[in-house]
């Protein structure tokens, strides 16, 4: 199973790679690293090729990573979907109606549980497990959780992708394009 048949979600970092991905045939990248005036041109860019960004707020600069920051994100630029480790983030993003990726680092055992706590209260619609190069974590984050797993971080190879999606991510988020070059359509 693929997200809206992508294998790789296209990680955008800057112009250069946002104009990478409005000319490749994906239609969901993800949004890193920018500034927060950055980012209305770049959606403005891809809804103008009928493409959808998810933006990671806590990657932003310029806007802090809550739920005021989550309101101003949906009500003024209509972003595809939210990407966060913050609860309320999540919430905001369900509220209004919007994918709700809750990021979840696997740094050790008791990080991993807290997080299951939390996504059992928010029930995001996707989780992102990073590092995504650790396939039983994926297998386990997806069988305990019941909810669809993004892969990311430290994905560098064609093999690193296929361990990810044979674990059973939905999709792989990555900024090397090269990879996006290998999957796309």
């Known amino acids: ?62 806007i802090k990573n809550d739920e005021h920051a989550a309101e101003f994100l949906c009500q003024t630029l209509k972003p595809a979907g939210l990407v966060s480790t913050r609860a309320a983030v999540i919430t905001k993003a369900k509220q209004r109606g919007i994918y709700a990726i809750q990021r979840l680092f696997l740094l050790d055992s008791n990080a991993v549980e807290k997080s299951y706590q939390v996504i059992k209260k928010v029930q995001p619609d996707f989780i992102e497990v990073l590092p995504g190069v650790v396939p039983h974590m994926i297998q386990e984050v997806k069988e305990k959780t019941g909810i669809p797993v993004f892969a990311g971080g430290l994905i560098r190879t064609i093999e690193d992708v296929d361990r990810a999606i044979g674990a059973g991510a939905t999709a792989v988020t990555t900024s090397k394009q090269e990879l996006w070059e290998h999957y796309s359509k």
């Open 1 to 62: 199973m693929t997200f809206q048949n992508q294998t790789i979600l296209p990680a955008v970092k800057n112009g250069k790679t946002l104009e990478l991905f409005l000319q490749s045939s994906y239609e969901y990248g993800v949004i890193l690293d920018s500034q927060l005036s950055q980012i209305p041109s770049f959606i403005k860019a891809a809804k103008r090729e009928k493409k959808k960004l998810f933006i990671h707020v806590d990657l932003i600069q310029g």
